[in-house]
């Protein structure tokens, strides 16, 4: 049942317009911003070739990368979580799952985990494009694979957080700026905090990211990222109860 | 099934509900059985969407128990859920999708094997009328085939307990007219409850009426027997030459003569008299040269009006 409405969702998303238009200039973003990352480095070769102990290709080029899809997702989650239950209440859709044989559960885990594909489809292209690298020099394997972990966790998170807010609304612009606000703040209570302890980093999902882009996998870091996750998800299933009780 | 009482496949007790301070639905009762197709009617804002919700699992009630084929629609709502198929006012259709996918989709989500989807498809299209436009896109198709496509999402899975909220709602007559007998030919396998306002839809599909009023079902019986409520006997006669009123009244059995026009007379009798037929007979003796006469048929709009009239009445006299 999960994978159908997952499926589902997805067809949907492929059936719109906007979807591949959206992919079509994340993807030009991202592999112009790589080739910009790759000539600076090629300029800069000589000077850290000095260096005692100097940055590699992946430290230089793949983590500001990564980095930047981090900060892109931000703006671009709200964009495909709004419509996951805002549009379905507003076209009045959601009469068909709510009176099929299955539970808020399924509902809420099928449309996440639909999503979440199609948004790991779009980053994957992240890793592909670095690993064209390792044609003329070797990678650090360690790095890029915690990025991608870091990448999948935070999306996820973004998603969770998405999805809460499209089930408090009906209009879907309004659930794309709700967490578009919420997460910005998150981003902004992080950069805003001067103290290097201050307890406002430790809420921010991009802060807890900050640690997979440097290459160190903390069990901390992973912790946050689930129970992020499983939180607003948690409270998407009870928005969805109220929905019948509450009419 | 060849015993006597059909099985109830869908039972409703004491349904209450509230929204804010405002009691919308009071203490409503339904029982319906296999083969039968009940009306609800009532005017805009009695309850009976809010009603037809709460019985599909959309809304819970604040109080009442709502049994499908036998399981509690709030302890068992997987299983019960399974028989039941529901067309809101407003049909669930993904616009994005073609009405082929649309439909796999929603044969799915109500637990048809995905080997026996392919056969539950080609009937449900071929019922509902689909069979020309199975690979277009929703949102492309007009009000009256996405209303059919509705109607085919709630039927693919055959369920026990089919709800329909306002089915024939903005179609074109002949469409109007196919999908009355769609439902006719389903309520003789299923069970069928449709709300609706329009009286000749209950005329003409149902089996059964509940009027609905203010979140009260008020009036309960089967759809014949309803028009005969409140049913007067009584004649419209047209004369070339007629009597003067005192004439006619003095017929034995007449109870009232009501003059329309100067030739023509609403008269009322008793029930089960001949006076039909005293009035041919005298007609043709005077030489009043009959024109006209039709008896006197109570139309379910003049029902439904006196019912829900009387009930207004009385609920306001308790006040």
Redesign the interface.
């Known amino acids: ?1 999960i994978r ?2 997952a499926m ?1 969702e997805l ?2 998303l492929y ?2 317009p906007s979807t591949w238009f959206v992919l079509a200039v994340l993807q030009f973003i991202f592999a112009w911003f790589f080739l910009a990352r790759l000539e600076a480095f090629l300029e800069i070769q000589p000077q850290l070739a000095q260096l005692a102990n100097p940055p590699g290709v992946t430290l230089t080029v793949a983590a500001p990368l990564f980095y930047t899809a981090a900060l892109l997702l931000m703006m671009l989650v709200p964009m495909f979580t709004m419509r996951l239950i805002a549009e379905e209440r507003r ?13 808020g559960r399924h509902i809420v885990l099928g449309k996440f985990f639909g999503l979440l594909s199609f948004l790991l489809m779009l980053i994957a292209s992240l890793p592909l494009m670095l690993y064209t690298l390792a044609l003329g020099t070797s990678l650090d394997h360690g790095l890029l694979l915690a990025n991608c972990i870091g990448l999948l966790l935070l999306t996820a998170s973004y998603v969770a957080l998405g999805m809460y807010i499209s089930a408090l609304t009906t209009q879907p612009i309004i659930a794309a700026i709700g967490a578009l606000a919420v997460l910005v703040g998150l981003w902004l209570a992080d950069i805003g905090a001067a103290a290097a302890d201050s307890p406002w980093h430790l809420l921010s999902p991009l802060h807890h990211f900050q640690n997979f882009n440097a290459g160190l996998l903390d069990s901390a870091d992973v912790a946050y990222f689930v129970l992020f996750t499983t939180f607003f998800l948690l409270l998407t299933m009870k928005r969805l109860h109220n929905n ?2 509450y ?1 | 099934m060849s015993n006597a009482t059909p099985e109830i496949t869908l039972s409703a007790r004491n349904l209450s509900r509230r929204f804010g301070s405002r009691q919308v639905i009071h203490d409503v009762t339904l029982e319906l059985k296999r083969g039968e197709v009940l009306g609800l009617l009532g005017h805009n804002g009695a309850g009976k969407s809010t009603t037809l919700q709460m019985l599909t699992g959309c809304l819970l009630p604040d109080s009442g128990e709502i049994d499908i084929c036998g399981f509690d629609l709030r302890k068992q709502p997987t299983l019960a859920k399974a028989h039941l198929g529901y067309l809101p006012e407003t049909p669930p259709l993904y616009r994005e999708l073609c009405v082929h996918d649309y439909l796999t989709f929603a044969a799915r989500l109500r637990g048809v094997q995905s080997t026996v989807v392919p056969d539950a498809l080609t009937q449900t299209l071929q019922r509902c009328g689909l069979d020309s436009v199975r690979q277009k896109i929703i949102s492309t198709l007009s009000k009256g085939y996405q209303q059919r496509v509705g109607i085919a999402q709630a039927i693919i899975h055959n369920p026990a307990v089919i709800v329909l909220d306002e089915p024939t709602v903005g179609l074109d007559p002949t469409q109007i007219r196919d999908i009355r007998t769609l439902i006719r030919e389903l309520g003789n396998a299923h069970s069928v409850i449709l709300s609706t306002h329009l009286l000749n839809e209950v005329e003409s599909v149902c089996d059964r009426v509940e009027i609905m009023q203010h979140g009260r079902l008020i009036y309960g019986d089967s759809s014949v027997r309803m028009q005969h409520y409140g049913h007067v006997s009584g004649f419209i006669i047209s004369l070339r030459h007629p009597p003067a009123l005192s004439e006619l009244e003095a017929i034995p059995g007449v109870s009232r003569v009501e003059q329309l026009s100067p030739g023509q007379f609403r008269v009322f009798h008793a029930q089960d008299d001949n006076t039909g037929s005293l009035l041919l007979s005298m007609a043709a003796q005077q030489g009043w040269q009959l024109e006209q006469l039709t008896p006197l048929h109570a139309t379910l709009e003049d029902v439904f009006v006196k019912i829900t009239g009387e009930e207004t009445a009385r609920t306001g006299a308790l006040k």
Not at chain 1, 91 to 103: E, K, Y
């Open positions: 049942m159908l409405i589902r067809r949907s059936a719109m076209n009045q859709t959601l009469a068909l799952l709510l009176s099929a044989p299955l539970s019948r009780v009419g």
